[in-house]
């Protein structure tokens, strides 16, 4: 079992930044990717960004290339989104996601654990 929790979501006005973590424990052992997905009122969820564990290799959706940056720390337990130049559109909730393996999966499915969300607001 893997557990991961969210944090750093909230309320921004347009331009603005926020820093997303992600904290994961138990069975992380071994090679494995780690993403975020966000999924706006009435809307599919979507992928974000994602990252392997050596931190070597990212993917970006469209939307967010540029202004998003994904990372992981040292011990790479931890997982970021610094968000930059936000936007009423980025308003959705923030999944973090996790799965065993080396490929940057962009759909849910390629993920066999998920966090519980946090919130994300971008006033205009």
């Known amino acids: 079992q893997v557990q991961l929790v969210e944090s750093g979501g909230g309320l921004v006005q347009t331009g603005n930044s926020l820093r997303l973590s992600c904290a994961a424990s138990?069975?992380?052992?071994?090679?494995?990717?780690m993403g975020w997905f966000r999924q706006a009122p009435g809307q599919e969820r979507e992928f974000v960004a994602g990252?392997?564990?050596?931190?070597?290799?990212?993917n970006y959706a469209d939307s967010v290339k540029g202004r998003f940056a994904i990372s992981r720390n040292n011990n790479k337990t931890t997982m970021y989104l610094q968000m930059n130049s936000l936007k009423p559109d980025d308003t959705a909730v923030y999944y973090c996601?996790?799965?065993?393996?080396?490929?940057?999966?962009?759909?849910?499915?390629?993920?066999?654990?998920w966090g519980q969300g946090t919130q994300v607001t971008v006033s205009s």
């Open positions: 990252i392997t564990r050596s931190g070597t290799n990212t």
């Open positions: 138990g069975r992380i052992f071994g090679s494995n990717v």
């Open positions: 996601a996790w799965r065993q393996g080396v490929q940057i999966g962009v759909r849910e499915s390629d993920y066999e654990y």
